[in-house]
């Protein structure tokens, strides 16, 4: 069974760029048959889809964060990161990484979720 | 965007008693493979959300079949036949037909 593991701080100052990691183990990221997502659950907006990876390195983002984000795959050590700039307090929330399955069009599995707080 | 507005918010239950949640989608969810691109899961107090439905209508795997989708278009609904304990938590449709994927409200179950 895949596991999914997010990884980051927990704290980001305003202004400043929200790093996480998605770690997956038992199933490898080369696999053409997903896509490797990031969304985030907040009190104020619900679950929000900020965008996926394809193994293929192609991208897709949310247009109301596509400014600010930059999704990335790492092959070598089974990983996908998000890079999210500028941000504000907005932006707290749990972040979570999901697999996609490609072609029925459902997450099959989600990490544990991680709380990113924004205050100076 | 496709907006996904879930009704009701907010459902108590009695345990073994039905229970009945509504999705509707600003457009058409249907593909032209045929299906519906609307998927249902269970946020479990403390968890992460976990899939039941997937393609409108197909159970995942391990999901009891007390749970069932149906709908087509834009009107979809989720059932439990029978509600039990463990089913307490928040249930979200989402929208799968076209990025960015969007996902409802929300309907939080909780036992009478």
């Known amino acids: 069974q895949v596991q999914l593991q997010e990884s980051g701080p927990g704290l980001v100052k305003p202004s400043q760029t929200l790093s996480l990691t998605c770690t997956v183990s038992a199933g490898s990221i080369r696999s053409g048959s997903y896509s490797w997502t990031w969304i985030r659950q907040s009190a104020g907006k619900g679950l929000e889809w900020i965008g996926h990876?394809?193994?293929?390195?192609?991208?897709d983002y949310n247009p109301s964060l596509k400014s600010r984000t930059t999704i990335s795959i790492d092959m070598s050590k089974n990983q996908f990161s998000l890079n999210l700039k500028s941000v504000t307090v907005a932006d707290v929330a749990v972040y979570y990484c999901?697999?996609?399955?490609?072609?029925?069009?459902?997450?099959?599995?989600w990490g544990q979720g991680t709380l990113v707080a924004v205050s100076s | 965007d496709i907006v996904m507005t879930q009704s009701p918010l907010s459902l108590p239950v009695t345990p073994g008693e039905p229970a009945s949640i509504s999705c509707r989608s600003s457009q058409s969810l249907l593909h032209s493979d045929g299906y519906n691109h609307l998927d249902w899961f269970l946020q479990k107090p403390g968890q992460s959300p976990q899939l039941l439905i997937y393609l409108g209508s197909i159970r995942a795997s391990g999901v009891p079949d007390r749970f069932s989708g149906s709908g087509s278009g834009t009107d979809f609904t989720l059932k439990i036949s029978r509600v039990e304990a463990e089913d307490v938590g928040i249930y979200y449709c989402?929208?799968?037909?076209?990025?960015?994927?969007?996902f409802g409200q929300g309907t939080r179950l909780e036992i009478k």
């Open positions: 989402m929208q799968a037909l076209q990025t960015p994927i969007t």
């Open positions: 999901a697999r996609f399955v490609n072609g029925w069009y459902y997450f099959d599995s």
């Open positions: 990876i394809f193994p293929s390195g192609s991208t």
